[in-house]
């Protein structure tokens, strides 16, 4: 497609460490045989490194342990280690390390669980990392891998009708109300918006855009805070609705320095929150389509970003946990570079300043194209889309 690339993450071998000794700085509450692992082990030179153990699902009090993390590297070593079986963290900790170069951190997920094997290898791995930011996973086995991306093509189809109506959360935003004028200009579906219409003005752009898909009928307007799911099972009791685009969601900058617990967990709300509160008032057996909008902001860093990344990060964790539970939808987590015509980056002015820095904003028009053959053909699982000839994408490894 002309002017934006869309990429699939891939795993690329890593050659294994070999292990060093360490003096560790447990935090968290994480696998219990990687707790006991590190705090067993013979201390080595040196100010103890810190070392956040997280589970496969991340929980409230994770944003504390990284936090509490990343306090404790830049008052030492500057050295930080975070290994989970699957909650995630690292979008935050990879923004931490930009805007920080006294910083040094790396995430290690353990895809097979905390095994011996994976253990020995986790712990050889974060006891030799001392430069930038690296992610790694690490099989049941002990065999390390790395992300690569490749770039695909997402072939046209011809756009199909679902029965039922499509729901759009964060509909009456400048990307949800182009969604569903898309959807159903294109596909005929019948789309129900939803929004907290209490949030603040409609812009007058929003408003056009409203306006044009009124007049073409079929249209409903809900509302509902997503993060509330009294309020959304409410609004969606009776409807029958058989996709869903999830485009809620807010962005605010702000170093990861200065974050706090809860305006980590204030940002994940609608992303994460609001999903799971979807999810939860629709007959999830007669979902056929999952579109979740995340962003590039949570594979690469942006410094001044982190906590909008770590929300993002969690929103396509959150996709695929769910896809697991909907073998009859098609469930696809997009992590878009921001838009140009439409959307809060480009609300808010940054596409200019975003240019200045390689990166090319991904043009309204071939971004919902883009969609358009997602939603048609949703076999894709996570993707990337950014604009064509982007210096800051794909991350050097």
């Known amino acids: 497609m002309n002017r934006i690339a869309v990429w699939r993450a891939h795993r690329v071998p890593v050659a294994p460490e070999r292990s060093v000794a360490r003096q560790w700085f447990v935090i968290g509450t994480g696998p219990a045989p990687l707790r006991a692992v590190l705090d067993a082990s013979t201390p080595g030179p040196g100010p103890a490194i810190p070392v956040v153990v997280l589970g496969d699902g991340f929980r409230p009090d994770d944003n504390e342990f990284l936090l509490r993390g990343l306090a404790v590297a830049r008052a030492g070593s500057g050295r930080l280690a975070l290994v989970h079986t699957g909650s995630g963290g690292g979008s935050l900790l990879n923004c931490a390390v930009a805007e920080d170069d006294r910083l040094s951190a790396i995430e290690i997920e353990l895809t097979g669980g905390a095994t011996p094997p994976a253990v020995e290898a986790a712990i050889a791995f974060a006891g030799r990392h001392a430069d930038g930011f690296r992610h790694v996973e690490i099989d049941g086995a002990g065999n390390a891998w790395r992300t690569g991306w490749s770039d695909v093509d997402v072939p046209g189809a011809d756009p199909a009708r679902l029965a ?57 307007i809900l509302d509902a805070d997503v993060t509330d799911g009294a309020q959304v099972r409410a609004a969606l009791a009776g409807r029958q609705v058989t996709g869903i685009v999830h485009c809620a969601g807010d962005v605010r900058g702000g170093f990861v320095a200065n974050a706090t617990a809860s305006r980590l967990a204030a940002l994940q709300a609608p992303k994460v929150t609001g999903l799971r509160n979807v999810l939860a008032a629709v007959d999830r057996g007669a979902l056929r389509r999952l579109i979740t909008f995340g962003s590039i902001t949570a594979r690469a860093p942006h410094p001044n970003m982190g906590a909008y990344a770590l929300a993002n990060e969690l929103l396509r964790r959150g996709t695929t946990a769910a896809a697991g539970g909907l073998p009859d939808c098609g469930c696809t987590a997009v ?63």
């Open 335 to 397: 992590e878009w570079s921001l838009f140009s015509g439409a959307g809060q980056a480009h609300r808010m002015g940054a596409v200019r300043q975003a240019r200045s820095m390689g990166m090319p904003p991904v043009p309204l028009r071939a971004g919902m194209e883009v969609l358009l053959r997602l939603f048609t053909d949703p076999r894709h699982g996570s993707l990337a889309v950014t604009g064509l000839g982007d210096r800051t994408f794909p991350p050097v490894p």
């Open 164 to 220: 039922g109506e499509v729901l759009i959360t964060g509909g009456l935003g400048g990307l949800g109300v182009r969604v569903a004028g898309m959807l159903r200009a294109r596909t005929g579906i019948r789309p129900v918006l939803l929004d907290d219409l209490g949030r603040g003005e409609i812009s007058g752009d929003v408003r056009a855009a409203l306006a044009r898909l009124k007049s073409s009928g079929g249209t409903t």
